[in-house]
């Protein structure tokens, strides 16, 4: 897959040690869809870095794309160190992308942590599109959550956990959906999640730790609501060579994330 340079436009450093990565895009290149990631090339590691593409927009006619990604070792630390007016090497849009349905008009979306990060350019497509957004957003500490106001204005519902308990509900944010999930579903008790054109068809969409997407995926597959997942590994090319990267599904499917994925129909890896 060819490389390419592209020139940091922006680089803003968030609490939780999240740092906000806008580049400027280059007009050859494809352009991204959410769920797809690039691998980012950092100069101490060998290997390239996999992050998925946070936004993607335009200003002027010229195209800009954003990450979001959470230092957590050398590669990700050399990519806080960039500044304004340096080049990254990166390659990509890598991976299939969230389905996003033409006929649907309900989105429920789960994000735990730095799944946010795919989940915000899944947010903004699916408003463009007219979607009823519930997002459904939990971190650690509250320090870490991000673009609280602009999801606030995207989504019908935004609900937050935090288990510090300093923002939103105290807790996992799997039990408040799964919650308002059942309640709504069993026993209609809570009206006021769904209207009635929300209450038809809704898509799930899920990114976060393997743990949080497998009880999110228990909840909705139990109420027969088509759920996607974007799935993570430790990746080495990103282009299907080097096998590092493979899960298996429920029924002994072998995939490389980095090529059939990362987006995966959840009903593949969690049989009820
Ligand atoms: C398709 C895909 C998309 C991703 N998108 C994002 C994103 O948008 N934002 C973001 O912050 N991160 C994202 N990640 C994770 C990111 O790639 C890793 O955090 C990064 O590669 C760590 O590199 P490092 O050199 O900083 O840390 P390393 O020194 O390589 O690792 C530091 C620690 O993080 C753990 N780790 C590294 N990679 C992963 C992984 N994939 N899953 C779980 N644990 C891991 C290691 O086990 C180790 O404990 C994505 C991963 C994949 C596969
Ligand atoms: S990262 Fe090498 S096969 Fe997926």
Redesign the pocket.
């Known amino acids: 897959m060819k490389q390419n340079n592209l020139k940091v436009a922006h680089i803003r450093h968030l609490k939780g040690d999240?740092v906000h990565l806008t580049l400027t895009y280059d007009e050859s290149m494809e352009i991204p869809k959410p769920g797809q990631?690039f691998m980012l090339k950092?100069e101490t590691?060998l290997i390239a870095?996999?992050?998925?593409v946070?936004n993607f927009f335009y200003v002027l006619k010229k195209g800009y794309v954003e990450?979001?990604?959470?230092?957590?070792?050398?590669?990700?630390?050399d990519l806080s160190k960039k500044t304004k007016g340096d080049t990254i090497t990166l390659w990509g849009p890598i991976?299939n992308h969230f389905p996003v349905f033409e006929d649907r008009k309900t989105a429920l979306l789960v994000a735990g942590g730095?799944g946010i990060?795919?989940l915000f350019y899944l947010t903004t497509t699916l408003f463009e599109k007219g979607y009823d957004i519930y997002l459904f957003y939990g971190v650690k500490e509250s320090e870490e959550l991000v673009h609280l106001l602009r999801l606030k204005n995207l989504c019908k519902k935004l609900f937050i956990t935090t288990e510090d308990g300093k923002k939103g509900k105290k807790g996992f944010i799997t039990s408040l959906f799964s919650d308002s999930i059942s309640q709504y579903f069993d026993t209609r008790e809570q009206p006021s999640l769904f209207d009635e054109r929300s209450a038809q068809s809704p898509v799930c969409y899920v990114c976060g730790p393997d743990i949080m997407i497998e009880r999110v995926c228990e909840i909705s597959l139990k109420h027969d609501i088509e759920t996607y997942i974007?799935?993570?590994?430790?990746?080495a090319c990103g282009t299907g060579v080097c096998l590092g990267?493979t899960v298996e599904t429920a029924g002994g499917r072998i995939y490389h994330?980095?090529k059939e994925?990362?987006i995966f129909n959840a009903k593949e890896f969690y049989c009820l």
């Not at 870095?49 to 998925?52: G, L, T």
């Not at 990450?67 to 630390?77: I, S």
């Open positions: 999240y990631f950092t590691t870095r996999p992050i998925s946070h990450f979001l990604f959470k230092v957590v070792g050398e590669g990700t630390y991976g730095r990060a795919p974007s799935l993570e590994a430790r990746m990267c994330i980095c994925g990362p």
